[in-house]
């Protein structure tokens, strides 16, 4: 249970997107008005930003809430971005990961986010571990849901599938052995930014000044965010959004068999 944000486009300061915006995240960490599971997310913070050319992410994450970090909003004020992925944590459940478990989780090029929460974790999702090496389960950077759920994401990334059918397949296997799974999955390579709308609120918004946000919720009122319907799959670009409807649990998202993707127009 979480807010989360990303943003691909021109470049700008931190605290452009996450404070200054009347409803951001820094706010959301409190007063989140779309948030239907949880009402404070004080169990962490993070964002990954991609400074320059560098296309490996810088991380900033803290254990406790975003507005106890007095050196957030400086940094924030200061730090310019082409890209970034912010989140602000309610934990599920307790735990002693502390800065360790709180999004954005990174590999690589990648940053990833997780909204939601997974039923009977760990146990509802034990099986799959037989689908990861036993390194990728020792290398988990966190005790969560969150963290085995980047793991399984991560494993399909790295064996060359592509961000949004990594995402789908996930979405579908944790769907299948958690029912009652909420999976509002985030990520960005820098470039673009996938994400899934499965159980919780997803928003995006073509920004006058060029850029695209994805969000848990709008961060002001622009009636120009548009929401994103549950059970989809969204691709987003500086220029362009793409939306695709997710199958339920036990059927495959391929090519042939994918329901037909909308393409979002930006006015």
Do not use: I
Not at 80 to 98: C, K, N, Y
């Amino acid at each position: 249970m979480c807010r989360h944000v990303a943003y691909v486009g021109p470049e700008e300061p931190l605290g452009e997107l996450l404070v200054k915006p009347p409803h951001g995240l820094y706010r959301q960490s409190w007063a989140p008005r779309r948030q239907r599971y949880g009402t404070v997310n004080a169990d962490g913070f993070g964002v990954g930003w991609y400074a320059g050319d560098d296309p490996v992410p810088a991380r900033y994450r803290r254990a406790g809430p975003v507005w106890a970090d007095l050196s957030f909003a400086d940094l924030a004020r200061v730090v310019r971005t082409r890209a970034l992925l912010a989140a602000v944590r309610d934990a599920t459940l307790s735990g002693a990961d502390a800065e360790a478990a709180a999004a954005p989780f990174a590999a690589g090029t990648w940053l990833f986010s997780h909204n939601g929460a997974v039923p009977g974790w760990p146990g509802s999702l034990a099986p799959l571990a037989a689908s990861l090496s036993a390194e990728d389960v020792l290398s988990l950077e966190a005790r969560n849901d969150s963290a085995f759920v980047w793991a399984l994401v991560l494993a399909r990334l790295r064996a060359g599938d592509e961000e949004g059918q990594a995402l789908a397949d996930t979405v579908l296997e944790v769907a299948a052995a958690a029912p009652g799974a909420r999976l509002n999955l985030l990520l960005t390579d820098g470039d673009t930014v996938t994400a899934t709308a499965w159980g919780d609120t997803l928003w995006y918004l073509a920004r006058a000044g060029g850029g695209t946000v994805v969000a848990s919720e709008p961060y002001d009122d622009d009636p120009h965010w548009c929401e994103v319907p549950d059970r989809t799959l969204l691709a987003a670009s500086r220029t362009d959004v793409l939306l695709t409807p997710l199958k339920e649990p036990g059927d495959a998202l391929t090519s042939a068999g994918a329901p037909a993707p909308s393409r979002e127009p930006f006015t």
